[in-house]
């Protein structure tokens, strides 16, 4: 199972959604950094935004700073579970939920904790939030913000997902590499890694398949350091970004800021479509060990849309991804 995401700014999490903890190990930061404990409190707030599961969250550091300052080491972190209720599950001992990584579980590992989705529940990203968090401040002055940009429709008795946007300012040109180093990849490759996470698209996206290429193309401003559009994909407000001397810049930004696989010097900007919460407030056929389809109405506390709380986590991933090519 691969639990490590990055090489130079290396995390590890671990911890099951009713297990004792969630938590994470991350090797690689930097020594001397002064951390922020209120941002990161406030970016593990901003994940608990209307969860239909309230956990404390208070972390535990366990190595690696010393008075709020980083020294070098491993830092390790631990977020006790206390807001469990394991029993609500006991009818999926041996039933397979719709949708839901039960089965897939079942069959690679020959075993899966059936308690909240274990291991495949989105309880496991509140060690991203933290390292993301923290990489956030290591990689200052970038900046990296999420929100929400559309909602499914809602229904009742029905759960609903929607889409993310992120940009990211500040970022220099020439960060990733071409071919199978490419930051848009890296990039679509992290968001693929958040739960319920099924699209992926930079700049115009798909809409860029129906433009015609004199359209498409970012043309160049006639001179440098010109005002930056403030955009998202094609549409661009009257305001401008400060950059830093002889950068080229252009009069749009269809391509999310990436060419060639390299940041321009444009915001990065991309989306993530998130698929809607699978466990339905319904009763659902669900598929036993024995091959039989078995009507059950899921038992736990269920979000009908987890996306309102998805943007923290694209920044913490976004974060990830940027610290390993700027280290």
């Known amino acids: 199972m691969s639990n490590t995401f990055g090489d130079r700014f290396r995390l590890t999490t671990y911890g099951e959604s009713h297990g004792l903890a969630v938590g ?3 090797d690689g930061c ?26 404390e969250d208070a972390i535990e550091w366990l190595s690696g700073i010393k008075d709020g300052i980083t020294i070098g ?11 469990i209720r394991s029993e609500d599950y006991d009818a999926l001992v041996d039933a397979f939920r719709p949708g839901y990584a039960d089965y897939s579980y079942q069959q690679k590992y020959g075993i899966r904790d059936h308690r909240g989705g274990g291991r495949a529940s989105a309880r496991e990203t ?30 009742e008795n029905d759960t609903r997902g929607g889409i993310v946007s992120c940009r990211i300012t500040g970022l220099p040109v020439g960060v990733g590499a071409p071919v199978f180093g490419k930051l848009n990849a890296q990039l679509a490759q992290a ?10 698209e930079m700049g115009c996206g798909f809409e860029a398949a129906r433009m015609k290429g004199s359209e498409y193309i970012d043309r160049w401003n006639n001179c440098l350091n010109a005002s930056m559009p403030d955009c998202l994909s094609k549409d661009a407000p009257n305001q401008t970004i400060k950059q830093s001397n002889n950068q080229a810049i252009t009069k749009t930004n269809h391509c999310g800021g990436i060419q060639g696989g390299i940041s321009n010097g444009m915001p990065v900007e991309f989306r993530v479509a998130f698929h809607p919460v699978v466990t339905l407030p319904q009763p659902v056929e669900c598929l036993t060990e024995s091959g039989e389809l078995r009507t059950l109405i899921i038992g736990g506390r269920h979000d009908r849309s987890h996306v309102l709380r998805t943007p923290v986590i694209v920044e913490a991933m976004t974060a990830l991804c940027l610290i390993n090519n700027l280290l």
């Open 73 to 83: 080491t491993p830092i390790a972190f631990c977020i006790r579970n206390k807001n």
């Open 30 to 55: 930097p020594s001397k950094l002064a951390l922020n404990m209120e941002a990161i409190r406030a970016d593990l707030a901003r994940r608990r935004n209307g969860a239909a599961r309230q956990e």
């Open 24 to 26: 994470g190990i991350i």
């Open 126 to 155: 509140v060690a991203r939030v933290v390292a993301g968090a923290i990489a956030k401040q290591v990689i200052a002055p970038v900046e990296i913000h999420a929100e929400v940009s559309e909602l499914g429709p809602e229904a």
């Open 191 to 200: 968001m693929m890694t958040i739960p319920s996470a099924i699209g992926f």
